[in-house]
C-alpha cells in the first residue's frame, strides 16, 4: 500500500483511520495518509509515516474520500414551493408540467437572471453540501433552454469550481423540456441541439458531457439517439435521465453508447439490467425524487446488485422533485428506503460516483496517485454516515491537498 518517499511529503494526516474505498471497500486502522503537490503520495499505518513538511493530528477521526455528488442541477433560479403544495393538493408531476409548471416555470426564472444573481442564488446551496465533505460535484445545465441562456448556467457552474474549494464537473442537459419557442417540434429542437447548441457550447469548453430527458413527458428513444450520436461526434461522453416514470429503454441506449450512468431507474426493466452491467454503465440512484413526488416504485436494486451494476448516490438537487441539499441525507434514504448497505452507500457517494463522472483514475478512492481529496468525520464507524439524519460530523476536508474548514464563506 505504501511506497518509499525520500524527499518528505508537503503534508502528513496521521491518527487517522481509513476507508480507502480502494477496490469498493477497504479499511486501515492507526493509518496515515501525505500529500504532496496534491496529490495522494503515500499511505501506510502511522507508524512508518515519512516525514513531512507539515503533519496535521487527526485525533482518531475516520478519513474517507472527499464525497462526490454525480448529479445535481443545483444552478438555477427561482423557487417551485408553490408546486410542492399542488402535490400534496393532488396534482400529479406530470398534470404540473403539461400545464407549463415543472421544468418551464425554473426556465422562466433562470432565463431572467443574470449571471451574478443566478451565481448568488446558488452558491448557498452549494454550500451546504461542501460543509458535508463534498469535494467534487456535477453540475447540469437544461434550465436555459437556447444557447444563450445554457451558456450561462455552463459559465456559472465553471464559476462555481472558482469561487468554492469544489472541483466542478459540466453537463449539458440541453435535451431536458420543450422550450416554448419549438412547441409542437420536437424534432427541430433536437435538431438545434445536434447542429448549434452542442457545437457552440463545447467549442466553447463549457461542456464535461451530455445528458438528455429520455421520457414521455420528455424526449422520445429516438431523438434522444441523435442527441448522443452529435455528442460522440465532438467526443464527449453521455449519461441519460431513464426510466424514472416509464421504461423507454432509455438503460438500453446509454449503455449502446457506452455511457457514463443511467439515472433515477425506478423503472428499468431486466433488459435495461443486462445492457448496463455489460456497458460498465453506473446506475445512479437518486432517493430525494422518489422521496419528494412521493413514488411507490423503487429501483431493482437487487436485480442491480446481483449483475454488478455500480450504483451511485446523489441528491438530485433541483428546485422541482429534490430540493435536496444534503448527500448525507441521501446516503441515508437510500438505505432506509431501498435498502443498500452503509458500505454500498458510501461507495456510491465516492468511487462509484466517481464512475459516473468518468473520473475514477482521478477521485473517489485513497489510492497513492490520486487527488488529494477527503474528509474527516467524527464517527465511530463509517456506518454512521448513512446512519444518523440530520446530523453532520464532518470536522475538516481536504482539497487537492489543502486542509479547510467544513464550513465555507460565501463571496460577498
Not at 266 to 279: F, R, T, V, W
Request: glycine fraction near 10%.
Amino acid at each position: 500500500m505504501a511506497r518509499p518517499f525520500e524527499t518528505g511529503l508537503d503534508s502528513l494526516f496521521t491518527n487517522v483511520q481509513l476507508a480507502t474505498m480502494a477496490g469498493g471497500y477497504g479499511e486501515l486502522r492507526d493509518g496515515a495518509i501525505g500529500v504532496s503537490d496534491g496529490r495522494i503520495a503515500w499511505i501506510g499505518l502511522g507508524a512508518a509515516a515519512p516525514p513531512a513538511a507539515v503533519v496535521h493530528d487527526g485525533r482518531g477521526c475516520w478519513l474517507t474520500p472527499g464525497l462526490i455528488d454525480c448529479h445535481t442541477h443545483i444552478v438555477h433560479a427561482g423557487n417551485r414551493s408553490d408546486e410542492f403544495e399542488a402535490r400534496l393538493n393532488g396534482a400529479t408531476y406530470e398534470d404540473i408540467a403539461r400545464a407549463g409548471g415543472g421544468i418551464m416555470s425554473t426556465v422562466r426564472a433562470t432565463r431572467a437572471a443574470s449571471d451574478e444573481d443566478l451565481l448568488r442564488q446558488s452558491l448557498p446551496r452549494i454550500a451546504s453540501l461542501l460543509a458535508e465533505g463534498v469535494t467534487t460535484l456535477e453540475i447540469k445545465s437544461g434550465y436555459g433552454l437556447t444557447i444563450k441562456a445554457e451558456a450561462k448556467m455552463l459559465r456559472v457552474a465553471r464559476r462555481v469550481g472558482q469561487v468554492l474549494p469544489v472541483n466542478v464537473v459540466t453537463t449539458f442537459l440541453g435535451a431536458h423540456a420543450l422550450p416554448p419557442e419549438f412547441a409542437g417540434r420536437a424534432d427541430d429542437y433536437v435538431a438545434h441541439i445536434c447542429e448549434h447548441m452542442l457545437p457552440q457550447l463545447a467549442a466553447a469548453g463549457l461542456v464535461d458531457a451530455v445528458d438528455a430527458f429520455c421520457e414521455r413527458i420528455g424526449f422520445s428513444n429516438a431523438q434522444t439517439g441523435r442527441v448522443f450520436e452529435a455528442a460522440r461526434a465532438h467526443g464527449l461522453p453521455v449519461k441519460l435521465h431513464a426510466e424514472q416514470l416509464s421504461d423507454q429503454g432509455g438503460a438500453e441506449l446509454v449503455a449502446r453508447f457506452k455511457g457514463l450512468s443511467a439515472d433515477h431507474l425506478e423503472h428499468l426493466g431486466e433488459d435495461g439490467i443486462a445492457a448496463m452491467a455489460a456497458a460498465g454503465t453506473v446506475a445512479v440512484l437518486l432517493p430525494g425524487a422518489y422521496y419528494f413526488l412521493r413514488d411507490t416504485t423503487p429501483p431493482p436494486i437487487a436485480a442491480l446488485r446481483a449483475a454488478g451494476v455500480p450504483m451511485a448516490v446523489a441528491t438530485d438537487c433541483n428546485p422541482g422533485t429534490s430540493p435536496m441539499t444534503s448527500l448525507l441525507l441521501a446516503m441515508n434514504m437510500a438505505c432506509t428506503l431501498w435498502r443498500l448497505t452503509p458500505q454500498e452507500a458510501l461507495a456510491g457517494a465516492t468511487i462509484h460516483a466517481a464512475r459516473a463522472l468518468g473520473r475514477a483514475a482521478d477521485i473517489g478512492s485513497l489510492e497513492v496517485g490520486k487527488r488529494a481529496d477527503f474528509a474527516l468525520w467524527d464517527i465511530a464507524r463509517p456506518a454512521d454516515l448513512s446512519y444518523a439524519i440530520g446530523l453532520n460530523p464532518c470536522r475538516g476536508v481536504v482539497s487537492a491537498g489543502v486542509l479547510r474548514d467544513p464550513v465555507v464563506s460565501l463571496p460577498g
